[in-house]
T-cell receptor, first 115, second 110 residues
Framework: NAGVMQNPRHLVRRRGQEARLRCSPM?????VYWYRQLPEEGLKFMVY????????ESGMPKERFSAEFPKEGPSILRIQQVVRGDSAAYFC?????????????FGPGTRLTVL | SQQGEEDPQALSIQEGENATMNCSYK?????LQWYRQNSGRGLVHLIL?????REKHSGRLRVTLDTSKKSSSLLITASRAADTASYFC??????????FGKGTKLTVNP
């Protein structure tokens, strides 16, 4: 059973460009979470999705950021018009059930660098 | 808002010694989880302890939870150089997200 897959692993964008980060959850998991980690910091929750639904986006900036988890295909975190402050590691996690009552399995992360 | 906060921020020990890391949080929780992160890598789940549990073991790991003090500790016994990593506690209070602390950076010197 493959783990959580994220791609790309590294992404470089210039200010004003768009960044698209992809996450494929573990097989059988229908709950996906996105977290952001700034250097020397812990992870901060951004958004929680189930298939075709955003359940909790309380950690997501109101502008430029969006997330989706379509019926088919990976979950996508999109950042429009990136700024230098968006440089961070973005982690996706999945779980078979809702909430964090059980283990969330994390992917290797996408490291975004904005020039 | 509830937040796990680990201490110390950094810990350096010799191989074979025990390493103890602490985590404090602010509000009531359903469970507390510990994760390890090697430099530049993703998170690896180590152990989950539920609010009605006081102690849990997994191999060389021992986790305690004191809900009256809102604190948890992670003990790694007989440490190895490969244990060098950052360790995070994360709490779940019933919402749909984990709340992470800033982590303890552990260095085990050979």
């Amino acid at each position: 059973n493959a783990g959580v897959m994220q791609n790309p692993r590294h992404l470089v964008r210039r200010r004003g460009q768009e960044a698209r980060l992809r996450c494929s959850p573990m097989k059988g998991h229908s709950h996906v979470y996105w977290y952001r980690q700034l250097p020397e910091e812990g992870l901060k929750f951004m958004v929680y999705l189930q298939k075709e639904n955003i359940i909790d986006e309380s950690g997501m900036p109101k502008e430029r950021f969006s997330a989706e988890f379509p019926k088919e295909g990976p979950s996508i975190l999109r950042i429009q018009q990136v700024v230098r402050g968006d440089s961070a590691a973005y982690f996706c996690a999945s779980s078979p059930t809702s909430g964090a009552r059980d283990t969330q399995y994390f992917g290797p992360g996408t490291r975004l660098t904005v020039l | 808002s509830q937040q796990g906060e680990e201490d110390p921020q950094a810990l350096s020990i010799q191989e074979g010694e025990n390493a103890t890391m602490n985590c404090s949080y602010k509000t009531s929780i359903n469970n507390l989880q510990w994760y390890r992160q090697n430099s530049g890598r993703g998170l690896v789940h180590l152990i989950l302890i539920r609010s009605n549990e006081r102690e849990k073991h997994s191999g060389r790991l021992r986790v305690t939870l004191d809900t009256s003090k809102k604190s948890s500790s992670l003990l790694i016994t007989a440490s190895r150089a490969a244990d060098t990593a950052s360790y995070f506690c994360a709490t779940w209070g019933g919402s749909e997200k984990l709340v992470f602390g800033k982590g303890t950076k552990l260095t085990v010197n050979p």
